[in-house]
């Protein structure tokens, strides 16, 4: 157990819905990364928050949003979704001062796009 | 995977030694880490390099060569639950994944 959490474990929904994925960091890490992994494309980095404020940006969509509370926990919002959305999506946190960038993962979520 | 190359499969034995290789592109290059997935859960962390030479850590070690743009896992001993996915991930100012290597050892 990383003690990252996410929520939900599964979501299954339908194309052109819209969902919210859940992230809490571990105590004490300031830096909340999402990540999603799909069969064919391996672990693709989204976005990374550090203490409420956008650090670092990689291949997410328009159609995906995120965002980090002040109390640190994190939301990845997915809309339109479509079929190629169907993936794990990770959250990571980070400890400061660690090695840089040591990530711990939470379980994930897997959304089934139908 | 974005500049980051790794076997895609590779078999051993149970008590053999392998070499999982990853060569990246060195632009922007912060540091090289290790990190182990078994299907359907979530990655842990292995190991991290950020200067030439060898980091041991058990029956794990990690190498890099930061000018051949270079890095191997050598899993020593192997056991039944080795039997994982292993991805290298270079860190510039975020972590970009290989794609991985799927390691299935054999009793």
């Known amino acids: 157990d990383s003690g990252v959490t996410q929520t939900p474990k599964h979501l299954i929904t339908a194309t052109g819905q819209r969902v919210t994925l859940r992230c809490s960091p571990r105590?004490?890490?300031?830096?909340v990364y999402w990540y999603q992994q799909s069969l064919d494309q391996g672990l693709q980095f989204l976005i990374h928050?550090?203490?409420?404020?956008?650090?670092a940006k990689g291949n997410i969509l328009e159609r995906f949003s995120a965002q980090q509370f002040p109390d640190l926990h994190s939301e990845l919002n997915l809309s339109s979704l479509e079929l190629g959305d169907s993936a794990l999506y990770f959250c990571?946190?980070?400890?400061?001062?660690?090695?840089?960038?040591?990530?711990?993962f939470g379980p994930g979520t897997r959304l089934t796009v139908l | 995977g974005q500049n980051i190359d790794q076997p895609t499969e590779m078999t051993a034995t149970e008590g053999a030694i392998v070499q999982i290789n990853c060569t990246y592109q060195?632009?922007?290059?912060?540091?090289l880490f290790w990190y182990q997935q078994h299907a359907g859960e979530a990655p842990t962390f292995l190991s991290y390099?950020?200067?030439?030479g060898l980091e041991e850590k058990g029956r794990f070690s990690s190498f890099l060569s930061r000018s051949k743009g270079y890095s191997y896992l050598l899993l020593k001993e192997l056991q039944m639950k080795d039997s994982a996915s292993y991805l290298c991930?270079?860190?510039?100012?975020?972590?970009?994944f290989g794609t991985g290597t799927r390691l299935q050892v054999f009793p």
């Open positions: 990571a946190s980070s400890v400061p001062g660690g090695i840089p960038n040591e990530q711990f």
């Open positions: 105590s004490g890490d300031l830096s």
């Open positions: 928050y550090y203490n409420g404020e956008e650090r």
């Open positions: 060195t632009s922007g290059f912060n540091g």
């Open positions: 390099n950020v200067l030439d």
């Open positions: 991930a270079r860190f510039t100012d975020k972590l970009i």
